[in-house]
Antibody, heavy 119, light 111 residues
Framework: EVQLVQSGAEVKKPGESLKISCKGS????????IGWVRQMPGKGLEWMGI????????RYSPSFQGQVTISADKSISTAYLQWSSLKASDTAMYYC????????????WGQGTLVTVSS | QTVVTQEPSLTVSPGGTVTLTCASS?????????PNWFQQKPGQAPRALIY???NKHSWTPARFSGSLLGGKAALTLSGVQPEDEAEYYC???????????FGGGTKLTVL
């Protein structure tokens, strides 16, 4: 069974750093892209960027370039999304997704990680 | 900046048929944008329904279908069930920019 299991909810202060994770199982982790999607409270879905764990090829949406870092450790089938200095506006639910880039097929979603940034 | 537009809200009666659409600010949507459709219910992660315009995942109910209609991607629900009440999002993939763009979502009410 394909699963993407994300790390738990986080509460942070502005200026703090954070790294959240997404662990894939039930499939060959290095054969599919992993994407990250943001959903701010009461709002729609936003494409942040994608990574190919096989070679760490990473592509960011212009809106998120320089704001976050996407990485992966294929040895433990885990992708990451990190911030070096959080802002209140980073408060959101973050989802990871499995993506076949050929045909741009998103099939599986993680359960989401809620990040709350508040002083 | 590319904008993908969906109807903000639609209402349908149980057993009825409804079509949701997905337009691109860059022009007509074609199969080359590989439209995907997702369903999200309150408090849940989104669930994939349709990929590459009209292909269903193994878990997608038969009453959901995807197509291209009048220069837009379309999701049609036939024989709507009360449990279909949800937010629906489309995703278009812009290969040149190598990124996807989600539509703003359509809130479907079954009434």
């Amino acid at each position: 069974e394909v699963q993407l299991v994300q790390s738990g909810a986080e509460v942070k202060k502005p200026g703090e750093s954070l790294k959240i994770s997404c662990k894939g199982s039930g499939y060959s982790f290095t054969s599919y892209w992993i994407g990250w999607v943001r959903q701010m409270p009461g709002k729609g879905l936003e494409w942040m960027g994608i990574i190919y764990p096989g070679d760490s090829d990473t592509r960011y949406s212009p809106s998120f370039q320089g704001q976050v870092t996407i990485s992966a450790d294929k040895s433990i089938s885990t992708a990451y999304l990190q911030w070096s200095s959080l802002k209140a506006s980073d408060t959101a639910m973050y989802y990871c997704v499995r993506l076949h880039l050929v045909g741009a097929v998103i099939d599986y979603w993680g359960q989401g990680t809620l990040v709350t940034v508040s002083s | 900046q590319t904008v993908v537009t969906q109807e903000p809200s639609l209402t349908v009666s149980p057993g009825g048929t409804v079509t949701l659409t997905c337009a691109s600010s860059t022009g007509a949507v074609t199969s080359g944008y590989y439209p995907n459709w997702f369903q999200q219910k309150p408090g849940q992660a989104p669930r994939a329904l349709i990929y590459s315009t009209s292909n269903k995942h193994s878990w997608t109910p038969a009453r959901f279908s995807g197509s291209l209609l009048g220069g837009k991607a379309a999701l049609t629900l036939s024989g709507v069930q009360p449990e279909d009440e949800a937010e629906y999002y489309c995703l278009l993939y812009y290969g040149g920019a190598q990124e996807g763009v989600f539509g703003g979502g359509t809130k479907l009410t079954v009434l």
